[in-house]
């Protein structure tokens, strides 16, 4: 008999966990790996940016384990929706949860919920089609907006909006995105970080590339710049010499310009009907080395703020959830009898894409060790019952095709991204 396992999610954590089942299990096993979606590949596809192809390739290597004889994409089925966690686990041996970490979190001010003031990931996946936004959900009418937060997701953003339209439109943007894009009104993007330079998340990599920018002016003040003491690991060494070179700068005039800014935090979005601006305080670490205010605060006139200040998970139906850590309580991955979990809703948003590998293994050995043994029932079965029909492989190829034949017609590179379920649906019914 095979071992049967459902993995929920195909993202990086779960195509990883499908991998390390085929590689690691002593006997022959088989790997539904369920998806909401029509497409596969997670954060790879919805939360890379689109002019970071190098990264985008690692949709090569998960491609790879979709194709082996032993893994099934079963996309368009929702946990919660079409199947209970007592379904899965009355046709699997066991599941692992692994649908990452899709909300951002909040910064809780005054202000926050008006228009304008959005999630940084809404704006990311608006860049990168994905079809629970639609293409209409940003227009860049604003001259000034905030982006806050100084991790590589807001480097991301803060690059894209830089960027002309004209730089982007090799990548795989959709092309009503690229309209939007076009049509940008922003001259004016501020970058802001509640402490110093040393405390940035950035890498280093991401950082460099802003200094690339050909359409914008990238401006550091000399005294946010400032650092106290010298002993910095390599990479927050190489952070600080990049963002004080910035500082001896001054401007060239190009059409935008990008304010990276420090030792600031939001403490109201201001506005009406709409937002109008940012007040920031000035702060300081104290003597315990917390973030406090100095009593000093400043207002930009931004028309738009992205907060970008950290990822977290949501809650599974059916699945124990903490809401101290927002991850699912595990031990190495097991969360109860048959039930486990891997990547960032088993660990939190930490590390790089990579890093979930590791992790997928370390849960796999632990399900392994227990040789877990349960449902009998046809997954097949169930879903026909209910009027689900899965999206295949197969099917996701078509979607790829689609994306191809519409980036050729519009002479944009290798693919552009199709909007909208329904375009994704109509491009293997057809």
Request: negative net charge; glycine residues 10%.
């Amino acid at each position: 008999m095979s071992l049967r396992v459902a993995v929920v999610g195909s993202g990086p954590a779960g195509i990883y966990t499908a991998e390390a089942l085929v590689k690691q299990s002593p006997g022959p096993v088989e790997v539904d790996v369920l998806e909401r979606l029509p497409t596969p590949y997670g954060l790879v596809r919805y939360g890379v940016a689109p002019d970071h192809t190098s990264i985008k390739s690692i949709a090569n290597y998960l491609q790879r384990v979709l194709e082996l004889p032993q893994v099934r994409f079963l996309g368009g089925v929702t946990l919660g929706e079409h199947l209970s966690v007592e379904d899965l686990l009355s046709c699997y041996d066991a599941v692992v949860y692994c649908t990452g970490a899709m909300v951002d979190r909040r910064m809780g001010i005054p202000g926050e919920d008006l228009p304008g003031s959005v999630a940084a990931t809404d704006f990311v996946n608006w860049y990168c089609g994905h079809p629970d936004v639609s293409p209409d959900r940003f227009v860049l009418d604003s001259p000034e907006v905030a982006v806050i937060g100084v991790g590589n997701v807001a480097v991301d953003v803060v690059r894209v909006l830089a960027k002309t339209a004209e730089e982007l439109s090799s990548t795989d943007v959709p092309h009503d995105v690229l309209e939007r894009l076009a049509d940008s009104q922003v001259k004016a993007i501020h970058m802001i970080g509640r402490r110093g330079p040393e405390h940035a998340k950035f890498t280093l990599k991401e950082l460099r590339e802003l200094g690339e920018l050909a359409n914008a002016d990238v401006c550091v003040r000399p005294e946010e710049a400032v650092v106290l003491g010298a002993d910095f690991p390599r990479q927050i060494k190489g952070n600080i010499d990049v963002l004080q070179s910035w500082a001896a700068k001054p401007p060239v005039g190009r059409p935008r310009r990008l304010d990276v800014r420090f030792w600031l935090r939001p403490v109201e979005i201001l506005g009406t009907d709409r937002v109008e601006g940012i007040k920031l305080e000035r702060t300081r670490l104290d003597d315990d080395g917390r973030v406090v205010g100095t009593g000093e605060f400043e207002t930009l006139p931004v028309g738009m703020v992205l907060r970008s200040v950290g990822y977290q998970s949501v809650a599974l139906p059916g699945v124990p959830f903490s809401e101290r850590t927002m991850t699912v309580p595990n031990e190495a991955g097991k969360v109860r009898d048959r039930e486990y979990v891997a990547g960032w809703l088993k660990r939190g948003p930490t590390g790089v894409i990579g890093t979930n590998k590791s992790d997928a293994a370390e849960t796999v050995r632990t399900l392994l060790a227990d040789q877990p043994s349960g449902g009998q029932a046809s997954i097949d079965d169930l879903l026909a019952r209910r009027g689900v029909t899965p999206i295949t492989y197969d099917d996701w190829l078509a979607i790829e095709k689609a994306e191809a034949d519409l980036a050729s017609s519009l002479g944009r590179g290798a693919r552009v991204k199709l909007v909208g379920l329904d375009a994704m649906l109509s491009a293997f019914r057809s």
